[in-house]
């Protein structure tokens, strides 16, 4: 292996971080970094003063044409289109729990659908990845003022629409286990009392798997989880998971996993649920499961 190919397996993963926070999704962020090598590959590291600075301002602005593209695409999705999901290990160390906090969460990746390509680039820069004004400046090609002001309309729109305080993880492990009892048990009561009177519930089936594009009230949530727990009885498998840096929940049904649940609490009951049913956002996930 030479020094420069050594040189970029080095950030490899922070240029994943940035190109999968940007996109969403997992093969279009591998893409972007292997086009990112392919062009590190055609410079000469030896001239550049920054090489991770380089190869952050590469990934980015390669992220921000693929997500022009993509967002084109995405207008003729079928159905709601919600991020691919991203199993990780569990945490074993503060450090590692950092790393995975809430700027990798399913949700957090749905809200940033919202942004325009800059103003998402923008922003992760700035508020996920700490990177200075100038720096962004330099990345984005424009001036810091304007890169201020992207950060800061794209913080106003994001709390607008996602008024959610943070809860901790324990808090929200100990909800996710009880949800997912009641769901294994078919306690409908166990359910609904889990729930928000408002909670809503967005799914994405792409076409491929049937899915609830939106559904709201406590109670009728409960009555959807309900009924597919008489529906298939004892084959039905719920397990907790951490997913996108949040704790989960993996649905089963006659030992194939059928959908990848992400939610949002309040501390005491569920706000929102994010179901991925489609077959091609869970291939890789399932593919990541050991075998029962």
């Not at 889990?194 to 049937?210: F, H, S, V, W, Y």
Request: charged share 25%; hydrophobic share 40%; net charge neutral.
């Amino acid at each position: 292996m030479t020094d420069s190919t050594s040189l970029f397996n080095s950030h490899r993963p922070r240029l994943l971080a940035i190109a999968y926070r940007m996109l969403g999704a997992v093969a279009e962020a591998e893409d972007v970094v292997q086009d990112a090598w392919l062009r590190w590959h055609d410079a000469d590291p030896s001239k550049l003063d920054n090489p991770e600075a380089w190869l952050v301002t590469v990934t980015t602005r390669l992220s921000i044409d693929r997500l022009r593209a993509l967002k084109a695409q995405r207008e003729k999705y079928e159905g709601v289109w919600l991020p691919e999901p991203l199993l990780m290990p569990q945490p074993a160390t503060p450090e590692e729990i950092h790393e995975f906090s809430d700027d990798v969460s399913v949700a957090f990746l749905f809200l940033l659908e919202r942004l325009s390509p800059e103003a998402r680039a923008a922003f992760l820069m700035r508020e996920v990845f700490d990177a200075d004004y100038d720096e962004v400046a330099r990345t984005l090609g424009k001036t810091e003022a304007a890169c201020r002001q992207l950060v800061s309309r794209a913080k106003q729109q994001l709390r607008q629409e996602s008024p959610r305080r943070k809860v901790s993880r324990e808090t929200h492990r100990h909800l996710m286990a009880r949800f997912a009892d009641a769901m294994q048990r078919g306690d409908f009561h166990g359910l609904h009392a889990l729930l928000n009177d408002n909670a809503e519930l967005i799914g994405d089936g792409g076409g491929k798997a049937t899915a609830f594009p939106y559904l709201a009230g406590g109670k009728r949530l409960a009555q959807l989880f309900y009924a597919g727990a008489r529906r298939y009885g004892d084959n039905v498998r719920v397990e907790l998971a951490l997913v996108n840096g949040q704790w989960s929940l993996l649905r089963y049904i006659h030992g194939s996993l059928e959908s990848v649940q992400s939610y949002e609490t309040d501390g005491r009951r569920i706000v929102r649920v994010l179901v991925q049913r489609n077959p091609d956002k869970l291939a890789r996930v399932a593919a990541a499961l050991p075998r029962h």
